[in-house]
Each structure stands twice: as structure tokens, then as C-alpha cells.
């Protein structure tokens, strides 16, 4: 149901930390975004944002909300009809290790198979994290090429450090595209190879 994306659409959860609010962001969030992305992108962790990006991808983004504060956000990027990205996800130093990052995913999951998709990646310094929140790391190299669009305007990107993630949604339909079907498509003339799971 499309109606259970909207910003409408309210869930409370309860975490460790207290009532939280998680819901797909408005525009009206984007001052809150950019202060929670960019703190954390001075510092190396995550890729910044501007105004302009946050209000073009604003339909990706959801948010946690601790009454008036912004507690989090995760954001959801498609790639193919198979495979999204999950991505900007940050957790306020002050609400950490309370359960938001985890019900922030688990909404983007939620919404990922909303849109039918098999699977969902990220690209990550925290491992640890998407491990417990039902990834597996994969080879970097083996993402869809789209997902590089990023890195060609990171500073790290000689010199990459970030691990890729994968959560397979639709294990069937996943599986049909492994091995013996291993092109997922052609962008630009390149071949993309899908991503194989290490275990
Ligand atoms: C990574 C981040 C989103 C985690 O959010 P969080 O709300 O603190 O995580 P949660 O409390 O939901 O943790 C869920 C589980 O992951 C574990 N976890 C949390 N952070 C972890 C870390 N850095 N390494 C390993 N495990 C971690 C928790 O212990 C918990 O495990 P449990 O279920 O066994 O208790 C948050 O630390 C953050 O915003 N970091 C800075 C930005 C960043 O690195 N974003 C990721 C970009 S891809």
C-alpha cells in the first residue's frame, strides 16, 4: 500500500531510548537533514549532502523524530527493479545504540519490498551494524555500476575503505538471478555484474 509511505503515515515505535516517531520526511525536514548528514560528513563519515540533493531525493528519506528532534534518518535509492540502496543513514550521537538505526532500517526495508525489490545494499565503515541488521558483506566491485555515481565525487575515492553490504529480500527471486544469470543489465555499453554473496 502506497498510502503507508507517505509522511502521513505515523508508526511509534518504542526503542530503548523512548517513544520514537518514524515516518517518510517533507521538505520542512531538510534543515534538520542537512545539520545531522553534514555534521557527520566534516568528520569523514558519511558522503555530504546539499539543499539541492536533499530536495531531489527528499522521496527517498525517512526519518526518526524524538518529539521536536531529529534522531535519525535512513534514505532509499533505487538502482534497478532488483535492487535499491540504502543510504545517508545516520543516528544522532545523542540517541546511539537505542534501537533508532535498526527501526530506521527496518522501515526502508519495509518500504524496499513495498516496491517489490529482491534486494538492498550499502556501502559502509560500519559492518558490525549492517550484520546485525540482516546483512552480509559482498565483493565492492560486484554493485551495480549506478551505485558509483557517488564515488566518483567522494575524496576517498582512490583510496576507498567502505564495505559493501547486502540484504537479499526475495531469496527466490534472487537466487533465479545468481550464477547462471549473472548480468543484470547493460548501462552505457558496461555490463553489471550482480553482486555475489560471500558467507
Ligand atoms: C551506524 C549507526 C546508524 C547505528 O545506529 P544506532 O541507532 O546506534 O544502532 P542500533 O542501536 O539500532 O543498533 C542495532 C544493533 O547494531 C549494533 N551496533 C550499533 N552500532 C554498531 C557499530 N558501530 N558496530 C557494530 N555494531 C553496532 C548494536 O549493538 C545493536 O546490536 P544488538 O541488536 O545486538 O543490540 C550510528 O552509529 C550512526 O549514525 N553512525 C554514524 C553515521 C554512520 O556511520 N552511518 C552509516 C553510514 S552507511
Known sequence: MISALTEDAVSHATTSHKNIEV?????QDIPNLLALING???KGIMLPRTEFELSENMRDFTVAYDGNRLAGCGALHFYSPAIGE???????????THGIGRLIVEALVYEAKMYGLDAVFAFTYVPGFFGKV?????ERGELPLKA??????????????????????????WEQRQPGLPVLGVEGGMVVILPTVRH
Open 86 to 96: 540504502v543510504r545517508s543513514l545516520a543516528v544522532a550521537e545523542t540517541h546511539k
Open 148 to 173: 558509483w555515481k557517488d564515488c566518483l565525487r567522494c575524496p576517498k575515492f582512490h583510496s576507498c575503505d567502505e564495505i559493501a553490504v547486502l540484504r537479499v529480500l526475495r531469496p527466490q527471486r
Open 40 to 42: 557527520y560528513a566534516a
Open 134 to 138: 540482516g546483512f552480509n558483506e559482498v
Open 23 to 27: 515516518r517518510k520526511a517533507s521538505m
